[in-house]
Structures are given as C-alpha cells and as structure tokens.
Nanobody, 120 residues
Framework: VQLVESGGGLAQPGGSLRLSCAAS????????MGWFRQAPGKEREFVAT????????YYANSVKGRFTISRDNPKNTLYLQMNVLRPEDTALYYC??????????????WGQGTQVTVSS
C-alpha cells in the first residue's frame, strides 16, 4: 500500500495550491479518503473527507468554503484544492485511506505528507 502526496509548496496569503495523493496497492475506489494536517507544535487535525464514490464530502469549519476535496477513481488519485490560503493553513498535509469521518485513528493507510507554507 502506498499513498504519495504532492503539490505542496510556498504560497502567498490569498493564493491557491492543489494537492494530489496517488494511491496504489489497494482498491482505491472502495475506500473513503481523507486529508489531515499537522502544524509545528500542534496535534494532527482533520481537514476534509470524501466517500468512496465521491458523492459525500465533509470539511473542517476552518477550511469550509475555501478547500475542496475530490477524487478520480480511474486514476487512483485524491485531490485537495486549497484557495484563499491563510498563514494558519501552514502545515504538513497528509492523505489517508479509511472510513469516512474526522477521526484520524480510524484511518488505515497514510502518506508521508507534503509541506504547505503560506507566507508573504
């Protein structure tokens, strides 16, 4: 099983980034997926989750209306479109495979993370 995040980097406040997560080694289309993040000195926190079909999504209040989670099952890829970025969005972003929800301990597989830094 492998989850490989990409697309992180440096963005200015108000800017945008699109994260990708390439999945392999399991049947991606049967798994709900999620994005989590961890800022320095803070606990890992939930960002967004999407059902296996893509028909249901749920967001943390802190990103609702700015971030969009989506997936392309034929390409085994998960996305996170991040708009109107804020300095407080700075964190290491992880994708994870597991049951639809906000609790990280319920997710089975994790990527290594991609760094997002929002700064002027």
């Amino acid at each position: 099983v492998q989850l490989v995040e990409s697309g992180g980097g440096l963005a200015q406040p108000g800017g945008s980034l699109r994260l990708s997560c390439a999945a392999s080694g399991f049947t991606f289309s049967t798994y709900d997926m999620g994005w989590f993040r961890q800022a320095p000195g803070k606990e890992r926190e939930f960002v967004a989750t999407i059902s296996s079909s893509g028909g249901m999504t749920y967001y943390a209040n802190s990103v609702k209306g700015r971030f969009t989670i989506s997936r392309d099952n034929p390409k085994n890829t998960l996305y996170l479109q991040m708009n109107v970025l804020r300095p407080e969005d700075t964190a290491l972003y992880y994708c994870a495979a597991g049951p639809y929800g906000t609790n990280d301990y319920r997710y089975h597989y994790w990527g290594q993370g991609t760094q997002v830094t929002v700064s002027s």
